[in-house]
């Protein structure tokens, strides 16, 4: 009997992790205590701590030592977004309940097919494709946008999001970052599949700093 409820505690586990289990009504509190703008204050001044110091960081020692900090265009709440998560409810069989990325590297990498969000900007409708990882709750969403290959990297940005009571998130693009391999090409990273490519610019997260690389990683820089 012990060994059945053990089975069954696995088996529960097991798909709590793959539907993506959302925050605690304490942990949304908290978050929700704090203003927006000054949560992404500290989330970059922690992605900013983390290049400089982290030994998994894509930049090189000298690189470290030069580091000022990352790039990025000034907070705008217009690019935050509150919304329910459409969710994609697949039997794992199915065919469409992985999405299969292909990597910098031409190599591929599987998320769960998690959902999909809907949001207004500038008057405008857009639909953005969510994802999950196999091994995580976290929602991650790789897009494109106009400003790629000018303002930003050209090979699109990346934003992490949590799974919120009601299966609703915060879309952020003031959030939005760069994979590792616009900074360092030995990083593998997704690419955004055409579903994410978005037909306007959005100015808000990372954006280019004031670097060329010999590597081609960067798209050139622009003030």
Not at 98 to 112: C, M, Q, V
Not at 142 to 158: A, I, L, Q
């Amino acid at each position: 009997m012990a060994k059945k409820r053990k089975f069954t505690f696995l088996v529960i586990g097991i798909i709590l992790l793959i539907q993506g289990t959302p925050l605690l009504a304490e942990e949304v509190d908290r978050l929700k205590s704090i203003p927006q703008d000054q949560h992404v204050m500290d989330w970059r001044k922690e992605r900013d701590e983390f290049f400089k110091t982290h030994e998994r960081s894509p930049f090189t020692p000298k690189e470290k030592k030069n580091f000022k900090g990352l790039k990025y265009f000034p907070f705008d709440s217009k690019y935050v977004c509150y919304a329910e998560i459409e969710r994609y409810i697949f039997h794992i069989n199915n065919p469409r309940y992985y999405a299969t990325f292909l990597t910098n590297k031409g190599t591929n990498k599987r998320y769960i097919r998690y959902g999909k969000v809907r949001f207004r900007l500038d008057g405008k409708d857009f639909t953005i494709e969510v994802y999950k990882s196999i091994l995580s709750d976290s929602l991650f969403i790789p897009f494109k946008d106009e400003t790629n290959g000018k303002e930003t990297y050209e090979g699109g940005r990346y934003i992490d999001a949590e799974i919120l009571p009601g299966y609703k998130m915060t879309l952020d693009f003031n959030m939005a970052y760069y994979p590792s391999c616009a900074y360092n090409e030995k990083f593998i990273c997704v690419l955004p599949p055409k579903e994410n490519v978005l037909a306007i610019p959005i100015r808000a997260g990372e954006r280019n700093l004031n670097l060329i690389k010999s590597t081609g990683n960067f798209s050139k820089a622009r003030s």
